[in-house]
């Protein structure tokens, strides 16, 4: 990880997102196949993701936002956090995990604990830039994720599709957006950032993916 890390320091926006990229490609590409899954490998990948999802995407994002300092990305996050509030995300998760007979027991949460803490401290951490990298990576990641999401849904027998098709669809706006409010804050960090590890937290929230994907 190091090497990749030392990678994005050193290079332009253009070559973060490069990177992300391809580290959301080669975790599309470790998902096991559909096929392969019994109902409750199936069950148990849905309520860990909702375990995580519910109750922690507007909590990364708030704090991506007391993190920022530039007007570009405090107007870019508070436009997200304000759909996921408006039009109720967490409800949406939780509809979408109980229609498929998925809603986190406590044994699902134990299997995400221990990662979601990490992904909980970093953000604790606010450091404006390293979070959005992170979110920037998860929201590459959620779009591609949706289709397989869905299809494990689909053979538990639900039918409610609102959760991934709100977000599955690719917003190129926003991801440019969100790659435009990562330049400011690099320029406003003005080389503080330099020690900062950039993909701390895609490396913390990509160890909690594959926990959630794998049990
Ligand atoms: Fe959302």
Redesign the pocket.
């Given at each position: 990880m190091a090497t990749v890390s030392t990678t994005a320091k050193a290079g332009s926006i253009d070559a973060i997102q490069q990177r992300l990229n391809e580290r959301i490609e080669d975790l599309l590409a470790s998902l096991p196949e559909i096929d392969g899954l019994s109902a409750d490998e199936r069950r148990g990948m849905i309520a860990r993701y909702s375990a995580v999802?519910e109750g922690n995407?507007i909590y990364w994002m708030t704090g991506a936002y007391l993190a920022a300092k530039s007007e570009e990305a405090h107007a870019i996050i508070l436009e997200n956090l304000h759909?996921?509030v408006r039009?109720s995300?967490p409800g949406?998760?939780r509809r979408f995990a109980l229609a498929a007979g998925a809603a986190p027991t406590d044994t699902d949460a134990a299997a995400v604990y221990e990662g979601l803490t990490n992904v909980r401290l970093f953000v604790g951490r606010l450091q404006a830039v390293p979070i959005i990298v992170m979110e920037a990576f998860f929201e590459g990641w959620i779009q591609r994720f949706m289709a397989y999401l869905e299809e494990l849904a689909r053979r538990q027998g639900s039918t409610e599709w609102e959760y991934t098709q709100?977000?599955g669809v690719c917003d190129v706006t926003h991801t440019r957006e969100l790659y435009r409010a990562l330049e400011r804050e690099q320029d406003m960090a003005n080389g503080a950032a330099e020690s900062e590890d950039l993909l701390e937290g895609v490396d913390l929230l990509e160890t909690l993916i594959r926990k959630i994907v794998a049990g």
């Amino acid at each position: 990880m190091a090497t990749v890390s030392t990678t994005a320091k050193a290079g332009s926006i253009d070559a973060i997102q490069q990177r992300l990229n391809e580290r959301i490609e080669d975790l599309l590409a470790s998902l096991p196949e559909i096929d392969g899954l019994s109902a409750d490998e199936r069950r148990g990948m849905i309520a860990r993701y909702s375990a995580v999802l519910e109750g922690n995407f507007i909590y990364w994002m708030t704090g991506a936002y007391l993190a920022a300092k530039s007007e570009e990305a405090h107007a870019i996050i508070l436009e997200n956090l304000h759909e996921e509030v408006r039009d109720s995300h967490p409800g949406m998760m939780r509809r979408f995990a109980l229609a498929a007979g998925a809603a986190p027991t406590d044994t699902d949460a134990a299997a995400v604990y221990e990662g979601l803490t990490n992904v909980r401290l970093f953000v604790g951490r606010l450091q404006a830039v390293p979070i959005i990298v992170m979110e920037a990576f998860f929201e590459g990641w959620i779009q591609r994720f949706m289709a397989y999401l869905e299809e494990l849904a689909r053979r538990q027998g639900s039918t409610e599709w609102e959760y991934t098709q709100v977000h599955g669809v690719c917003d190129v706006t926003h991801t440019r957006e969100l790659y435009r409010a990562l330049e400011r804050e690099q320029d406003m960090a003005n080389g503080a950032a330099e020690s900062e590890d950039l993909l701390e937290g895609v490396d913390l929230l990509e160890t909690l993916i594959r926990k959630i994907v794998a049990g």
